[in-house]
DNA sequence: CTGTTAGCGCGTTCAC
DNA sequence: GTGAACGCGCTAACAG
């Protein structure tokens, strides 16, 4: 056996229970179940309680009761302004139930990932895991140790919260249409992320829908620097306008673009995804809104029921999206819609 | 007693100790000290061990050995651009040494710092407080009880990683007095910040060695939204210039000057803090590097060292800062220079 | 209403 | 090298 005491030996329940002339049982109902005993010897266990400094040891009880109020939280990159918003939510909603949440950096990596579950399950009563970039075996595997709360992750039979920018990103390529553009590209983001593939499949479908032609440009980890670098790639497309996967490629677009002289939105159109810039680019970021912090707030609500009534549900949340216009989008510009004819 | 079997009972020591023909203690020493048993026996404990899914309780280890490899971070603004790649970084650096991280928000309010903290106490090693907004008294009552390391906040005794944002700040002055600048601003940030304190002490000092008169504009939470409001104030100073408390302040300001008109550097400069929005803003923002990163990184090595080393130290580390000029510093305008005359 | 008695699962002194 | 026994601090059955 170890000193716990590392500063001066913090007093027990027996301590309190001796200074108070009560058992330790007592003790413990004075700070749990108060119903099951005087109301008078209650205030007095309490009193003493905190005359001689006791305060419930949390290991203990979590050792007894197999309940010790924690949750992880964990996200691919905490830097990535998505998140923030998200895990500010869900941190405070948890701290409504007086949970404490872990957090956990994948740092876009499965395994980094797997590794941060594993060391998690165990410490915690339930987890949650955001735009997951695990395979959904792994994810049903730890499903089936812990209960699991997904955002932007669609497995069945494990409660999730979309954040579905289908809707969003169809109103992005209405709104190009609409201003004439007639072949555009999409910067897409992670291999493994689940928003990337349904904001790939709502830009090839919207693009048939209304009647424009698509490039699909090779996946990346979301930067601003990633973004920089899809230009040359982006501009060997006959585009004329871009839909990146976030705002932060998007931004990175808007960098590359006025490095060579191309201006937004005379020369070339630019749509962002998430809405994490506000109006900070210059020009403002057109860009389809995803209020990740509702999601995550919903999610932890969500986890938090699961524990408190100890059922498992099978919920199905999503949350839609819309395209907010601000100043990134315009008519192609005559010269390069010249290039390639329709 | 309740169940810990959630879905099934967790197999313990003593099934392993069972299946393998062996006493608890060896068990438990084949997962701790490896040394004091035959090396053949660990390897069969291991594997019967791995056989029927056993996996040590870390509930149960803690209560026994009073660790339970946990620390806390507390910050004023999960959401605020300055502290993700902190968290991120100090995340990340626990994670090598195997320890779990818990997340507190304390939404810039001190009582909610507060009860974080206190809640966190008696879960974890180790507190890493940033930025605080507690006193120094409530700090030094809860380093009293748990191995504490701030940033951003100088306590003597306690353990302290700072942004030393003086010579920075004092760059930034040179650089608007040799623009020409005569008269200047800064619009301060919370009250209870070490680093506003300490910029502002270096706004003024500055001014008086670089021959400048500064007013000083009432400090606010620092977002986008109050820098856009303090506009007003600034104007009605005789400022040719400003500096900011952080980056969300000074792009707040851009926008509010753009609204009514004054652009920006041609009529008025602005400096920023912390450079968290990197070229972002339009024009880009000079602004004072403070790479937040190397502080959380810094200051969870020193935790972790001293939870590891069971001493603790008094350490003082101090990061530099330097000035990033980009595109929104100027010589003043012949216009406004003249509304106010040196 | 209250005290007594068992554990929770693991680490660790002691003997062997 | 290995096993038996006790303790960490608390909760939960079981009496009374």
Redo the contacts between chains.
Sequence with gaps: ????N??QRMPTMADVARAAGVSKSSVSRAFTQQGLIGADTVVRILQVAKDIGF?P????R???????G?V??VVP???N?F???L??AA??QA?LS?F??????S?ENPRQEDK?VN??V??VEGLLLVASRLTDERISFHA??C?LVLINRDVAGIPRVLIDSAVGVDQAILHLADLGHRRIAYVSGPQSSWADQQRRAAVQQGAIRHGLVVNIIGGRVPS?ENGRSAVSEILATPATAVIAFDDLIA?GIM?GLADIGISVPADFSVVGCDDV???????ALTTVSTRSGEAGLAAMSLLLDMLAS?TARDARLSLDTHLVRRATTAPPSAQRSAISPI
């Design positions: 056996m170890t000193e716990n590392r500063r305060v040891n949390h290991t203990a979590a050792l007894s009761t197999g309940r010790h924690n992880a939280l990159d905490v830097a302004p998140f923030p918003p895990i500010r941190q405070m701290d007086d404490c949440v872990f957090l956990g950096n740092d941060l060391r998690f165990g410490k089936g140790k209960p601003y931004q960098t810039l506000g109006a900070a680019t210059y020009p100890r």
